[in-house]
């Protein structure tokens, strides 16, 4: 597919006392290139400045960035999805997902876009509906990480974990219209799931989409003490998921993002939903058992099936 004028995309960004790297990131979106984009912002409930911060770039950018009225929603999760639900991407050719703290690499959507413009896809195989990215994770003492994302995509994998980082999300229009979908209807759990970033990767599998996660690192993924999950590695965050492992919290977000995937699947992810669903709802030792045996499908990372393996058999669950 080829354009004539550069692609319109639209980045949907979500703050929370964000001040201190805020005007970094906004650079850094706002100066992509091969691309014309365009800032939706939620803000929650901000006392640091971060919303007179919005208001110098509408001053500077006009139109390029529109402020929904700030309110109070207590996650990033919770912003995310009221971000989503109140979106209009209506003439737009793709919709992007911000964190407030990082700095996204120079290229990045028009590189994505490039990739989710393939008729066929990179492999023959048909069109994505998404892509997302490898990170770079970097601390204010110059430590650098590259966080790798791209593992072989698994069946199920959808049903556990995310693609990686939702700021390093691009999606289709259709593809965001049915996340949106799901979000606005009030007789869907995708509210209740745990992540808008796994959400959206969950809904687009679940529903015969395909999703192409990139190599190459595209954000510079900040670490402080206030990310939601960090880049996800080292012992402190082994301790952290085992900790929800252990207390019930990961199964019941997995329980949540099946019950939402049902809602959209297709019958072949269907009959793999259900069967999964039964399983975990019961949770005896012959389920257990058959759980652990599937692992493969339900990790991308082989220590990361392993450790659900363990979890699962031996009742930690």
Not at 134 to 157: C, I, P
Request: aromatic share 10%.
């Amino acid at each position: 597919m080829t354009h004539s004028t550069p692609p319109r995309i639209l980045v949907l960004l979500t703050t929370h006392n964000g001040a201190a790297f805020l005007e970094e990131q906004l650079d850094s979106v706002l100066s992509q290139r091969g691309v014309d984009v365009d800032v939706l912002v939620s803000d929650d409930n901000s006392t640091d400045g971060t919303t007179g911060l919005l208001e110098r770039y509408v001053a500077d950018f006009g139109h390029r960035i529109r402020l929904l009225e700030p309110g109070v929603f207590g996650s990033a999760t919770a912003n995310f999805f009221r971000i989503m639900r109140e979106a209009d991407s209506t003439g737009y050719d793709a919709i992007s997902f911000c964190d407030q703290d990082d700095v996204w690499v120079q290229g990045k959507l028009e590189r994505h876009f490039n990739v989710l413009s393939l008729p066929n896809g990179l492999d023959g195989l048909g069109p994505y509906s998404g892509v997302s990215s490898n990170v770079t994770a970097f601390t204010s003492t110059g430590e650098r990480q590259l966080v790798v994302k791209n593992q072989l995509q698994r069946s199920a994998d959808y049903m556990f974990e995310s693609a990686g980082p939702g700021s390093t999300f691009l999606l289709r229009p259709a593809a965001f219209d049915l996340v949106q979908r799901q979000l606005r209807s009030p007789g869907s759990v995708a509210d209740a799931t745990a992540a808008h970033d796994w959400l959206a990767y969950a809904l687009v599998r679940a529903s015969s989409g395909r999703w192409f996660i990139d190599g190459e690192s595209t954000v510079e993924y900040r670490q402080h003490g206030k990310n939601a999950l960090g880049a996800n590695e080292g012992l402190s965050q082994y301790v952290r998921r085992f900790r929800s492992i252990a207390n019930g919290k990961f199964h019941s977000n997995a329980m949540h993002m099946v019950d939402a995937c049902l809602e959209v699947a297709s019958p072949d992810e269907r009959r793999r939903l259900e069967w999964t669903k039964r399983r975990l709802d019961r949770l005896s030792y012959l389920d257990r058992l058959r759980l652990a045996r599937r692992v493969s499908e339900f990790r991308r990372r082989r220590r990361d099936q392993l450790a659900l393996a363990g979890t699962i058999a031996f009742g930690l669950f």
